[in-house]
């Protein structure tokens, strides 16, 4: 139906884009606020290796964004634009999601490319922060995938509408609508494909659209020129019962395509898509889109559908809190350009020209020259330069508008911090899980030492769950984060980045220590032989301030409350002894790890006209403090690992059998298409080398996903070999 004129037309249209983006890319330039209305802020989450980064170069390639493809693990060498450190190309995985902007339908997409590994969670979350739609990217053969389950619950913790991109149709064993069925048992999303493949494996063709009801074949060398002709008699059964499928999937959402479904009658293209897009952005609905990134076949489609079917920023709710008021009052942003400017600063990037925050703009105009307050530290920064991110490249901008995201220079700041021009704002805080493992790490070279200590600080800024200590009795240096590649990665990145060798020693894990029973203290520090005499008495008790620790929602901090009543206790001493308080809570009597979930209720004191003190309150507390500790349950916690191992049913015993050595308790399993996925709690002190296990005993084709969960106390025989192992250390710190 369209043959030559049509694949003119989409050759052409291609070119036009191409020059679209060039001539909106000068105007940007100049006039950088856009219309939040022809906005889209995109992210793109996945399983590791699902295609991502490959995708997204495909993106770019089409929008005009880049004029050559380039694979990740290519054999030019050159790597994908996407990827643009120096690891993630000879890794082939994504560690820094980067963002980009592109055109697409003169629509302006900024895309943020986010990591599938599970250690690099909070760059996801960090992204999902700051976008109105993501698309979900599957693989066609292995389904939904350990990874594909936490991605989606954080998609679902930010209300991220998406589309699904069911990717490598190509892939020996692909079966979109295997993937299909397991989105809506697994993810419990009702979705439905709004395309089906002309074949797949080596047999793909193209794609068949199901609300057109055409076939869409991508000719020319990298599949540049969209074709639509009639579908192929061979398809023409397929697609009217998948069509079918939508229809009456999108009748039990919309009534007016309902009737029109029952009578049989004709539904309208627009009626359909409006169905879509509402349902979509309303979270009832995820349209499914399929291809192959890697054989060029199905991407425009998607891009159209990210126009479609995605929110603009103007569809989505943002609030603010207002810190002016004790309660912290939430207040609504307005994407009004003339509004006061309101922007969250949700990524950090080191490069050669200095310090590059990635902000999302939520309210007014971010200008250059402008004064801007960081809510968090009060500080005032002059914004001097600003620009927008192609992969790791930049264009200077002047402006930038509300639901646009950019990039700003030289300006000091932690990521999650909130920017504005006066007022008292501030965004909802990005969720950052604790730490829970370390290591210690020094330099090869001891003259490195200023250079290492400046790079890990480096690090730590970009990266709110990296954390680096110093134990102050050694000066060793601790490393801590979310797990073993985690840290790994940045001890790699000091190395070739910073040109530091390092020295890592064996990984820890990140204990924590709670008081489990209320106990009743009556405390008396007394000193009253020779020189000035020391007289504290206090009285209170000492309870856990939670519930149960182990809810992974549970509030873990320590709270201390004055309850005194009368004038047994003057007032001068009340914040020696709050202070005393949370003081131990940083390091704990058993192990050395800080305190969590203990509260430290004061009811009484006694003073001495003349040797009481603020020292000997704070010395009766630090008393008071250890006895309250062995007599009220103090307990050591450990973190818990989400753990999911996928492998083939073959291997189920062997795999049960390995979790439980571990101190694994299993909380789900199933068997799907040949298949075994097991869920298990474990404790993460015995997870280090799982992996190494996990490859030797399936033939590497088994997979593993962890997740911290919650701390948990530690097994009673597990106990004093912990408390020997820190008196050991104590020892040593004191011998060195
Ligand atoms: N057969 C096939 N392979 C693909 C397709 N898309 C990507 N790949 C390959 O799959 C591997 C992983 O692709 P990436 O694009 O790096 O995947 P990713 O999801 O970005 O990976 P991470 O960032 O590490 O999570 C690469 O070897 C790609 O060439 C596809 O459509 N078909």
Redesign the pocket.
């Known amino acids: 139906m369209f043959s030559l004129g049509a694949r003119l037309t989409a050759k052409s249209a291609f070119r036009a884009n191409q020059a679209t983006m060039a001539s909106i890319g000068v105007l940007l330039r100049r006039f950088s606020v856009v219309n939040p209305a022809i906005m889209r802020n995109i992210g793109i989450s996945?399983?590791?290796?699902?295609?991502?980064?490959?995708?997204?170069?495909r993106v770019l390639f089409y929008t005009g964004r880049i004029n050559a493809i380039h694979?990740?693990?290519?054999s030019d060498n050159v790597g994908?634009t996407m990827?643009s450190m120096e690891l993630?190309r000879e890794?082939?995985?994504?560690?820094q999601s980067a963002a980009t902007h592109t055109v697409w339908d003169n629509h302006h997409v900024n895309i943020i490319?986010t990591?599938?590994?599970v250690d690099f969670t909070i760059e996801v979350e960090r992204a999902l922060r700051v976008l109105d739609g993501g698309v979900l990217?599957l693989c066609a053969a292995s389904g939904v995938q350990p990874q594909t389950l936490t991605v989606d619950k954080q998609m679902k913790r930010y209300d991220v509408p998406r589309i699904i991109f069911i990717?490598?149709?190509?892939?020996m064993g692909a079966d979109p609508f295997k993937c299909i069925k397991q989105v809506r048992d697994r993810l419990n999303i009702n979705c439905a494909a709004v395309q089906i493949p002309m074949g797949t494996e080596n047999g793909l063709k193209g794609i068949i659209d199901l609300i057109e009801m055409e076939a869409v074949y991508f000719d020319g060398d990298n599949g540049e020129s969209v074709r639509r002709e009639s579908i192929p008699d061979s398809f023409k059964e397929e697609a009217d019962d998948k069509r079918e499928e939508l229809i009456s999937c999108l009748a039990e959402l919309n009534e007016e395509i309902e009737e029109l479904y029952l009578m049989e009658e004709e539904i309208p293209k627009d009626l359909i898509n409006s169905c879509i897009r509402e349902n979509t952005i309303n979270l009832k609905f995820a349209p499914v889109f399929m291809?192959?990134?890697?054989?060029n076949?199905g991407i425009q489609l998607a891009l159209d559908g990210v126009v479609k079917y995605l929110p603009d920023p103007t569809e989505v709710v943002n609030q603010a809190l207002d810190i002016s008021t004790p309660e912290e009052k939430k207040v609504a942003l307005e994407i009004d350009p003339k509004k006061p400017f309101v922007g969250l600063a949700f990524k950090l990037e080191e490069n050669q020209f200095g310090q590059l925050t990635y902000l999302r703009v939520y309210q007014g105009t971010l200008k250059k020259g402008q004064f801007l307050y960081n809510s968090a530290t009060g500080e005032k920064i002059k914004l001097s330069r600003m620009v927008r991110m192609h992969s790791n490249e930049m264009e200077d901008i002047s402006e930038a508008g509300p639901g646009d995201i950019c990039a700003m220079f030289g300006v000091e700041c932690a990521s999650g911090e909130t920017f504005t021009t006066g007022s008292k704002l501030a965004m909802t805080s990005i969720h950052v899980p604790d730490p829970v493992m370390s290591l210690t790490i020094k330099p090869k070279d001891r003259n490195d030492l200023t250079k290492f200590l400046n790079a890990l600080r480096r690090f730590e800024r970009e990266d709110p769950t990296f954390v680096v200590a110093q134990n102050p009795e050694s000066e060793e240096i601790i490393i801590s984060g979310m797990g073993e590649l985690h840290l790994f990665i940045y001890a790699e990145r000091l190395r070739r980045e910073y040109d530091i060798p390092v020295v890592v020693g064996n990984p820890t894990v990140n204990y924590r220590e709670t008081v489990t029973e209320k106990y009743e203290f009556t405390y008396l520090h007394k000193k009253q032989s020779g020189g000035a005499g020391q007289y504290a008495k206090i009285m209170g008790y000492v309870e856990p301030n939670t519930e149960d620790i182990t809810d992974p929602e549970a509030d873990t901090s320590n709270l201390f409350i004055d309850a005194t009543k009368g004038n047994n206790l003057p007032n001068e001493y009340i914040p020696a002894i709050e202070k005393a308080f949370y003081e131990c809570c940083k390091k704990g009597p058993l192990t050395g790890y800080p305190v969590i979930g203990m509260k430290f209720v004061l009811t009484d004191g006694q003073v001495h006209v003349v040797d009481s003190s603020q020292m000997a309150f704070a010395l009766a507390t630090q008393g008071a403090f250890r006895e309250s500790y062995s007599s009220g349950g103090g307990k050591i916690l450990e973190p818990i690992m989400d753990v999911q191992v996928t492998v083939d049913a073959d291997y189920q015993q062997g795999i049960m059998g390995g979790l439980m050595k571990r101190r694994g308790t299993m909380t789900d399993t199933k068997s799907q298409d040949g298949m075994f996925i097991v869920n298990a709690d474990v404790p993460l002190a015995t997870m280090f080398g799982y992996a190494t296990e996990l490859r030797g005993m399936t033939q590497g084709l088994g997979e593993f996903s962890m997740e911290y969960k919650n701390h948990a106390p530690v097994e009673e025989y597990e106990i004093q070999d912990i408390i020997e192992a820190y008196k050991k250390k104590q020892q040593e710190e004191s011998d060195f």
């Open positions: 996945a399983h590791i290796d699902s295609g991502k980064t490959t995708f997204t170069e694979e990740v693990r290519g994908a990827d993630e890794k082939g995985i994504t560690i490319d990591p599938g590994h990217l990717n490598k149709l190509d892939r291809g192959s990134a890697y054989k076949t």
